[in-house]
């Protein structure tokens, strides 16, 4: 397992648009437009196999979670999202799975798939595993980061994201609704903070190194 550490960076700037798919490029243009700037403090492995896990305080996460691995390099990758929200309706299940790299979270074989992928390419999840939007302390992690790096013998990279958010009051609404709501009046726009943190070794006690990694993404998600 290598578990070599690299110093801060930032997301490389002035990439030619050229080399961009022209997906990626509306991604980046609908990026700036509903949130703003993105100020990374670390940097990814590159080149590297490993499970990438995020605080998940937004349904656009995936967004960010896109930007960041094209931003480094990364051709190749898969972000695993909930299933609800890959089946919630045709053209988001299309967007999701097709231009996002996602794959259901839900699936009896996340794991397997997971693990597959990994093979090749890094993977991104969100251990909470349901995104809100009101500001409250993260969530407690699922098992199944640490599980899917122990089988493939990868480390973990520890992500937070944190943006503007909405208060409380959004939760009284419905997933769509909120969804629209935070679209139509761009009310997650702001500086968003990235921060990224050590390579993390999985090894041990599932329920234990899951807990210890909670711990690394708070400090991240709390640093100014």
């Not at 550490?5 to 509903?34: A, C, K, M, S, T």
């Not at 930007?67 to 967007?95: N, Q, T, W």
Request: aromatic share 12%.
């Amino acid at each position: 397992m290598d578990l070599t550490e690299f110093n801060d960076g930032e997301i490389p700037e002035n990439v030619p648009i050229g080399l961009r798919p022209p997906f990626l490029y509306l991604q980046e243009l609908f990026r700036q437009q509903q949130f703003g700037n993105v100020n990374v403090k670390g940097q990814l492995p590159p080149n590297l196999r490993f499970v990438l896990v995020s605080s998940h305080c937004s349904y656009f996460d995936v967004f960010i979670l896109n930007s960041l691995f094209y931003a480094y390099g990364y051709d190749s990758y898969a972000v695993m999202a909930a299933e609800k929200v890959l089946k919630s309706h045709p053209l988001i299940g299309f967007v999701f799975a097709r231009l996002l790299h996602c794959y259901p979270a839900a699936s009896s074989k996340a794991i397997d798939s997971s693990v597959k992928i990994l093979e090749t390419s890094p993977i991104a999840l969100c251990p909470e595993s349901w995104a809100y939007l009101a500001e409250q302390p993260l969530k407690e992690f699922k098992t199944g980061a640490v599980r899917i790096a122990q089988k493939a013998n990868v480390p973990i990279v520890p992500v937070s994201i944190r943006y503007n958010r909405p208060g409380k009051w959004i939760e009284m609404f419905p997933f769509p609704l909120q969804i629209a709501l935070c679209f139509i009046f761009k009310l997650n726009k702001g500086n968003i903070r990235v921060n990224i943190g050590r390579q993390f070794d999985p090894r041990g006690d599932a329920k234990e190194r899951t807990k210890a990694l909670r711990e690394e993404v708070v400090k991240l998600y709390e640093m100014k």
